[in-house]
Structure formats: C-alpha cells, structure tokens
C-alpha cells in the first residue's frame, strides 16, 4: 500500500531560514506537483528560478565550455557512490520545486533537519564505543577504562556462539569463545560483565540478536540483583532480526517465529521498560555485506516498517510503542551522500509513520538514530589511513544529525581494537564536537542545494524499492524470497569489479600503494577463554537446581507453542540459569533450525 | 582432450554470518571458468571435508573472518587426511594476522589472501597452483 498523505495539523514554519538569499518564499497557491492536503511553500520564486536558468544556461555555453576545452572533465560522469548523478553545480534553477514544508525546522515535522530543535547545542551525540571480547572479566575492564576516558554510553558486543544460541561448551563454539565478542553463556556471565557497574547510571546497548530475548533477560535479572528495577533501564538491545536475514546471517529459527519474538520484545517492553529501545533498525550491516546507501535507506526502513506491522496486527497501539524504535546507520565514505541519507531517512519515517500508521505522538514520527562509521571501508594496508577515514565519516554522521555515534578503530582490519587504537577512534569524536565548531549550529548543510537535491534523489529512490516491497507483500515476503539478499549481492560484486578495474580508487589499495609495512598492535584473544568460560559454566551447572531449570524451560516451550509473551517465562528462565543455548535449543525444537542455501 | 575444467569449493566455516568475500570469490572464480561449489554458511569442518570429498574437488578455499582461523584451517586439513584426500589443496582469506600466516602455512594452507586482494590475483594464483586432480 502506497503512502497515503493527509494534511498536516499545522505548518509552522515562521519564516524561511534562507534570508541571505536572494528571494525569499511566501506561502502561494499549490503551484503544479504540490503536495496534496497543504500549500506548497516554494524556497523559490518562480520569477527568480527562470532568471538563474537561464543564466546557467549561458554560463555552460560560455565559461564550462571554454574551460572543458581546455581542461576536459576527469570523467565523462560523475555519480554518487549509490549512483545518483551529481551536477557539476547545483542552483536554484534545479530547486525550482523545493518546497520548505519538506524541510520543516529542527524537531519540527518531517524532522528532515533533525529530531531536536536545538540538537547538539542542548547536548551533545552520545560517543558510543562498541566492546566486547574474551571473557566476561576482560570486556567488564575494557567498559570501566571507556568509562573513565568519558564515553558516555556502554555498548556490548557478543561473541558468535552467543548471537547464535550456543554455550561455549557447544561443538559448533571451536575457537570462536571469545573472539568476536565477548562470551556469555549464563546469568553468573552477564553478572560478572556488569560488575561495579551501576546500571541504573549508565545506558547499555547490547548487539544481539536472534538470542537478544536472552541476553535482555539476563541484563534485567543482573539490574534487579543490583536494586534496580527494569523500569528504570535504559538502553537499546539490536534485537533487529530481518537484518540478520538480508544481511548479518546470525539466526537460529526461520524469520517468521524469529519476528514473533522480536514483537513480543517489543511489547513487553513498551509495557514495562519505558527507557528501553526494544530494536535498533539497522542499515549497517546491511551496507557492510555491499549494499549501496540507498539500498541501505529502502530495505532498513522496510524492515521498520515490518516490525511496526506485525505489531499492529498484534493489536498494539502505534503510539504506545513507535517513540521506543530506533535506527542504527553505516556511514561510508561518499561525505554528501551520507548526510543526504540521515535527512532522507528522517524524513521519509516521519511521513510513513503519521500517513501510513497513523501515528499521533510526534514522537512517533522521530527517527533517532545511533551511526557507527564503516567497518568495510578500513584497510589493511597503511592502515593509519584509516584515521582519517574514520574522521571524514564521523563527521558526516554528525551533520547528518546521529544521536549516537560509534567511531572505528585503525586496526580492525586485522583484529579487535586495542586500547591504544580505541582511545584514538574515541579521541576522534571528542575532537569534532569540542573542537571543529560543528556542534553550534543545527543542520549546517540545510539549504545547501546539493545536500537538499541529494536529500530528494535518496527519497525518491528509497520510495521505490519500497514500493517494490510493498508489491512483493512486504519485507518478511522479501527476505524469503532472497530479493534484498540478491540486490545487495549485486551492488557487492560491481563495487569490487570497479576497485579492481581501478574506477574507483582506494588509496593505499589500488592507488598510492607504499611498500613500507606500518607496524600495528594486535589484540590476540588466548584460548584459556574458551577453558575458563567451559569451566564456569560446567559450575554454574553443578550448583543451579536442574528440577527448576527443566521446570522453567517447559514454560518456554509452551509458550512458544503458544501466543502468551515469551518474556516473562524467558526472564524466569535466565534466573534460574538455565543457559543461552538451552533456552535456544527450545526454539530450535519447536520451530526447527534455519538454514540458508548456498546462492552466491 | 580438452583440460576439465578446474573445480573449487568455496567454504564458509565457523559462525560469523561475513559472506560478504565468499560470495564474490565464488563468482569471480565461476566468472572465470572454474566450476564453484559454496557450501553456504555456518559450516562445520565435517560438512566442509564431506562436501569437498562427495563433490569431488581440486581444492577448497576458505574464507574465515571470526578470528577462529588457527582452529578451523588445521581441522579441515586433519579431516582431509583422514579421508585419504590430503591432494585437496586448501586457501584461504579473511581478517587474518600476518603473523599467523606462516604457522599456518607450515600446517599445510597452501596460501593465504589477506584483505585488499584482488580477485584476479587469487584467479591468477590458482591457475598457476591448482591442477585438475587425477
């Protein structure tokens, strides 16, 4: 179903923000194309959009031609990385029909400046560094060293048996316990992990998935230990499980029970975790695995759009829950492109949220956001490179208006990140918001024609798949049948077919290639992990109470064969330290083990 | 007689869901003339020597990105040799330590290919290595 627009409650623009330009708009009637249900609010004239036209028309004739003559274009086009085309200049004359109402003022609707009205001036993106590796102990010190270096937010991440469901005891965990992540395999785990922690100071982001049911439960049931009641926790668990299907592949059951759990998560939290984001929507990884960026705007927020579905079929409210789903954004290299793409977004959830959902809190239309520069752009070799590239992202993802913000470090090509590279990344960030200038104003590149046209094409271009999607029966629909998976498979092999025919450069890769080695520090995570996590968890085994442990997995089991919330009965589980795959195991059992099939 | 044409399995071991490289290893080299089986992901070095053995191939590339290559390389090797299939050359690529790649080639990799490599050199580097098994 298409987008159905109704008119706004009230258009509150006071006056246009572009009073250095030349004309300035005044509300007139729809001029042709308007959108329907309010007056188009033209940034420009008419009279003035005909006068730049023409002038431009004469300014290629005369001064881009003589200067092509005699310095030709270094290529015939020029596109975005998504393949957008970019003018050699944007005017006026291509904005003829920009209309202020699709910008709207910082946290005011459709929200494409921003979700607050005076963003970073009132307080600052949250510097969100993502950790976890080795053991419960190693991960617990690395979150108090961030702490201590002022990152404001803690962010787990799991090792590879835990996002797929297996103990660290289980056969398909060889060598893995520990080295993507760090290992949790019961509630003695996550106590350990959050140790002198007080977690009803800090907010936790925790990135798992297809076990996210777990591992939420065990952060509940290590707060409750501590004194605090879920009420009062905050945080955001990724818990994004279509993703995992298009693009991240850690899953234990086929999507469609996969989703029910991750409905039942969001109820449940909407009922008793008020400071709790249920999901993060996530584009990231969607983008690492090749999609371009806007590929990662459409299938994201179809994903969005699923998840918000499947919950009012459920019969929840969309205002009871809307305000608590948040997005998780890659931020790649092309710097306009990647601001484009957070405007974009904002502006396209908004609409969807109010025209389509029917949504009535604004907090509801606000798309918030969490953005983490791109992983898959690091390289190995000169690998200090990568600083810098990282610098340029983040950069990007905050005049693009992220909330919160991840920032990579320079040695992740070859391995976890060091302290000593970590710091750096974090540096990074305290170096854009206290020093470069770019936190005093909101949405510096509002009104910028070439960020504003960029802003459009991505929408028009998102709406499409979209509308795509939407034909094929929506996003679950698309992801069974591998339509994401294969376009994204598509854009991966034509961007490494144009790094190898050398169109597009890689400095350091392709291009200014050095033979000098620069020397890196590598995290090397021991096997003794994976012994110490086996034998805690074999003691945990011996002191827990098996009769209450099979008691509790049983009400797992019905509930899962049932339609009765999964939380309470997870969470009752945890407590009694029934494992991660245990509690896996049972939805293995009752909805089978997904497998993909070989397609490439 | 014209050669038979080359026959190479694509391998996906461990856990981590990065398939990302597999996956265009898998059509480069099928984009090339090779004959390319990808077994998909999460493969256990079982699945992975079995597939090998029942599809009958010349060697088997895998592509690890979780850190567990130190385990995962030798077992598949191991499990080759048990099954009087140790001619099955075994690559490989990923996120993986410089320092590590002379232990495992000492171990029998007969080559890693670390990020930034280009398709056409893995290509090129296995026409030159890979014969057609008799």
């Known amino acids: ?600 | 007689m014209p050669e038979r044409k080359l026959r190479i399995l694509v391998a996906k071991p461990g856990l981590d869901g990065h398939d990302r490289g597999a996956k265009i290893i898998a059509r480069a080299l099928r984009d090339a003339g090779m004959e390319v089986i990808y077994t998909g992901l999460h493969q256990t070095p079982e699945m992975i020597v079995n597939a090998a053995v029942q599809e009958d191939v010349d060697a088997i590339g895998l592509s690890i990105m979780s850190g567990a290559h130190m385990t995962l390389f030798p077992a598949v090797i191991d499990l080759l040799k048990e099954q009087k299939a140790g001619d099955i050359e075994v690559f490989g690529g990923g996120i993986i330590p410089d320092d590590d790649i002379p232990r495992l080639k000492q171990l029998g990799v007969s080559e890693i290919f670390t990020p930034g490599s280009s398709t056409q050199d893995i290509v090129q580097w296995i026409r030159q290595h890979i014969q057609p098994r008799a």
């Open chain 1, 1 to 600: 179903m298409p987008p159905v627009r109704r008119s706004p409650k009230k258009l509150r623009l006071v006056k246009s923000p572009r009073t250095a330009r030349p004309t300035r708009a005044k509300a007139r009637k729809p001029a042709p194309g308007a959108k329907k249900g309010r007056p188009a609010l033209r940034t420009y004239d008419a009279a003035t959009v005909r006068q730049l036209a023409s002038a431009k028309r004469a300014w290629e004739r005369a001064e881009v031609a003589r200067s092509i003559a005699s310095a030709p274009s270094r290529r015939t086009e020029f596109m975005t990385d998504s393949g957008i085309p970019v003018p050699t200049v944007v005017t006026p004359a291509e904005r003829a029909g920009e209309d202020l109402g699709d910008l709207g003022l910082p946290g005011q609707f459709p929200y494409t400046r921003g979700v607050q009205p005076t963003m970073y001036r009132s307080r600052l993106w949250t510097m969100r560094m993502f950790a976890g590796f080795g053991s419960p102990d190693d991960t617990n010190q690395r979150f108090k060293y961030l702490m201590a270096h002022g990152t404001t937010g803690l962010s787990t991440a799991f090792d590879m048996p835990a996002l797929m469901g297996y103990d660290a005891d289980h056969p398909m965990s060889r060598g893995e316990v520990g080295k993507e992540g760090v290992a949790i395999s019961t509630l003695r785990d996550l106590e350990i992990l959050f140790d002198g922690i007080p977690l009803d100071q800090v907010t936790t982001s925790m990135t798992i998935n297809a076990s996210a049911i777990v591992a939420l439960c065990m952060y509940i049931a290590v707060a409750e230990k501590q004194g605090v009641p879920m009420e009062k926790l905050g945080g955001t668990i990724q818990n994004d499980m279509l993703k995992e299907y298009i693009a991240q592949k850690e899953w234990i059951v086929p999507p469609r029970p996969a989703v029910r759990i991750v409905v039942d998560m969001i109820d449940f939290c909407s009922r008793h975790m008020p400071r709790w984001h249920p999901v993060s929507i996530s584009g990231y990884h969607i983008r690492e695995a090749g999609a371009t960026a806007v590929q990662e705007l459409a299938f994201t927020l179809a994903d969005g759009i699923g998840y918000v579905e499947e919950c009012v079929k459920r019969g929840m409210a969309v205002d009871d829950f809307a305000a608590r789903l948040s997005f998780f954004w890659d931020v790649h290299n092309d710097f306009f492109e990647e601001i484009a793409k957070f405007r974009a977004a904002r502006r396209i959830w908004a609409r969807v949220m109010r025209d389509r959902f029917g949504a009535r809190d604004p907090r509801s239309w606000q798309l918030r956001t969490h953005a983490q520069t791109a992983g898959v752009s690091l390289t190995a070799q000169q690998p200090y490179n990568n600083v810098v590239r990282t610098a340029l992202q983040a950069l990007a993802a905050v005049l693009g208006g992220t909330q919160s913000l991840h920032t990579n470090s320079l040695d992740e090509t070859y391995a976890l990140p060091t302290e000593e590279s970590v710091t750096l990344a974090l540096r990074t960030q305290q170096l854009i918001a206290h020093e470069s200038g770019v936190d005093r104003v909101v949405d510096p590149l509002g009104g910028s024609y070439y960020v504003e046209y960029l802003t459009d094409e991505m929408e028009k271009r998102a709406l499409e798949y979209l509308r795509r999607i939407d034909e094929m029966g929506g996003i679950i629909r698309a992801v069974e049948e591998a339509y994401p998976q294969k376009e994204i498979g598509e854009s991966a092999y034509r961007y490494q077919r144009e790094v190898e025919q050398g169109e597009r450069l890689i400095v350091g890769v392709n291009a200014f290639q050095s033979e000098r080695q620069e020397p890196v520090q590598i995290l090397k995570i021991d096997e003794q992990v994976a012994e110490g996590q086996i034998a805690r968890l074999k003691q945990v085994k011996a002191e827990r109470s098996s009769a209450a442990v099979a008691a509790a997995l049983a009400r797992v089991e019905a509930a899962c064969r049932g339609t009765d919330n999964l939380m309470p009965p997870v969470l009752e589980a945890v407590k009694a330290y029934a494992t991660l795959g245990e509690i896996s195991d049972v939805f293995r059992k009752v909805w089978g083990q997904y497998r993909e099939g070989g397609i490439f």
